[in-house]
């Protein structure tokens, strides 16, 4: 789409604690194995660690494509995509002021990452149970459809709140409607921010962190 896709540096940390987290672990999840921790010998397992923590980001870069795909379609320039430690934040041109694009805007991502986990899922279904190619696509189909959900959580400025504030501007000025999704987005963070903390969560510390300060901007 001629969009530039940038690796923020802290992207190269992140790929290897991904990889690190996801072959540290093994569980079953709807009778079928999550975490690569089981894939013998080590070397192996540290091989698809490492190709499921990029192909992992890859997704993240097809959901952000997935907002780009329909505001380009809306003239709406894209300069770049930054992929950064947790997820991807897009440039854009100008933030649209018009409740039925955002919508669509927002919900794109979210639907990428829906397709991505679904096909996932059902490709690791019908390979055999154990394998490590299994094993990787059921990971990989169940962190998408988590980010799908996650995503969803109406807390501006992620896309549920992004959403929210669509649907708020459909019967109020935009400055209120950004502003009472804001307030709920500040809510949600100072959540997130207990129950990571609660949980020593740090990803979810991080997650708070971003959408307060998203939230205040
Ligand atoms: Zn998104």
């Known amino acids: 789409m001629g969009i530039p896709v940038r690796l923020h540096w802290t992207f190269l940390l992140v790929v290897l604690y991904i990889a690190w987290a ?3 672990f093994s569980q079953q999840v709807l009778g079928r194995t999550y975490g690569l921790g089981s894939i013998e010998p080590a ?6 660690s490492l190709v499921f923590a990029v192909v992992l980001f890859a997704c993240v870069a097809l959901h952000e494509l997935g907002h780009s795909y329909i505001a380009r379609k809306n003239g709406i320039n894209i300069h770049s995509i930054t992929l950064y430690f947790f997820g991807g934040v897009s440039a854009l041109e100008e933030i649209p002021r018009n409740p039925r694009l955002e919508l669509q805007m927002a919900f794109a991502g979210p639907a990428v990452s829906g397709v991505i986990g679904s096909v996932s899922l059902i490709l690791a279904s019908l ?13 990989l189909g169940l962190m998408n459809i988590i980010l799908m959900i996650f995503n969803l959580i109406p807390a501006f400025p992620m896309d549920g709140g992004r959403l929210l504030r669509a649907w708020f501007a459909t019967r109020m000025p935009y400055v209120k409607a950004t502003r009472n999704a804001a307030s709920i987005g500040k809510m949600f963070a100072i959540l997130m921010f207990v129950l990571g903390l609660f949980s020593f969560n740090f990803i979810l510390l991080f997650v708070a962190f971003f959408v307060y300060v998203g939230a205040s901007e």
């Open 22 to 24: 996801f072959a540290s």
């Open 43 to 48: 070397s192996l397992r540290w091989t698809y």
């Open 127 to 139: 390979l055999g149970e154990g394998s490590a190619v299994a094993i990787m696509l059921w990971t």
